[in-house]
């Protein structure tokens, strides 16, 4: 199957400081999809982002397809950014069959 | 529009013991996934179901079992419990046609399931 390995595992912020997610993916991919996992459990979906750039808000995320990355930015990054961020891929016959990554944990500090 | 709904939210099961979680997703979704998330092993996808039918299904022993319903709600059900069982069951949702892609999935908030 295809191995989904996100970078870095943890990373500590200060309210108001830029980070940057990565995710590397083994195979060609159909669907990618960026969650936030609050600390109640629920899974928020950020982005659906095969390819390309897309942006909301502070957030925006890039997808190098080609390559077989993608990379979510957070900006001005506040302490309700905190919690786990997952990376999750898919392919087109089997849309909600998602293999995730193990996830980055973000702790944001006033 | 409400979105993926996922009874019960919080239960203790003995060992041995059979439980049953419900899944109601957006309306108009037809495809719903389960997921099994614990602390060691991750998010992991347990089957995925579009119009009644299991279009596929993760590496998980036959006790973990699931269905459709006309109405696309689905529930998962797990018979003779194991500690290592207990786990948060998350469902997701898509508005997927089967035929085209681009379409975001979305998760309801969990059953947390304790096995002692």
């Known amino acids: 199957g295809i191995q989904v390995e996100q970078s870095p595992p943890d990373l500590i912020l200060q309210e108001g400081a830029n980070s940057t997610l990565r995710c590397n993916f083994s195979?060609?991919?159909?669907?990618l999809q960026w969650f936030h996992q609050n600390p109640w459990g629920q899974l928020i979906n950020l982005f659906y982002?095969?390819?390309g750039t897309k942006q909301n808000g502070r957030l925006s995320a890039t997808t190098v397809a080609t390559e077989r990355y993608s990379l979510l930015y957070i900006s001005s990054s506040q302490t309700t950014d905190s919690g786990v961020y997952f990376c999750?891929?898919?392919?087109?016959?089997?849309?909600?069959?998602?293999?995730f990554g193990a996830g980055t944990q973000v702790v944001v500090t006033p | 529009k409400a979105g993926v709904t996922q009874t019960p939210r919080y239960l203790i099961k003995t060992r041995g013991q059979q439980v049953t979680l419900s899944c109601s997703p957006i309306s108009g979704h037809r495809s719903v996934s389960w997921y099994q998330q614990t602390p060691g092993q991750g998010l992991q996808f347990l089957f995925e179901?579009?119009?009644?039918?299991?279009?596929n299904k993760g590496n998980f022993p036959g006790r973990f079992s699931g269905r459709q319903f006309s109405n696309s709600r689905s529930e998962m059900n797990v018979s003779t419990l194991e500690l290592g069982d207990s786990a948060l069951y998350l469902c997701?949702?898509?508005?997927?046609?089967?035929?085209?892609?681009?379409?975001?999935?979305?998760f309801g908030e969990g059953s947390w399931l304790t096995v002692v």
């Open positions: 997701a949702s898509s508005f997927e046609t089967g035929q085209s892609s681009g379409n975001t999935i979305y």
């Open positions: 195979d060609s991919v159909n669907n």
């Open positions: 982002i095969p390819s």
């Open positions: 179901y579009f119009s009644e039918t299991q279009r």
């Open positions: 999750a891929v898919g392919a087109a016959d089997s849309w909600g069959k998602l293999q």
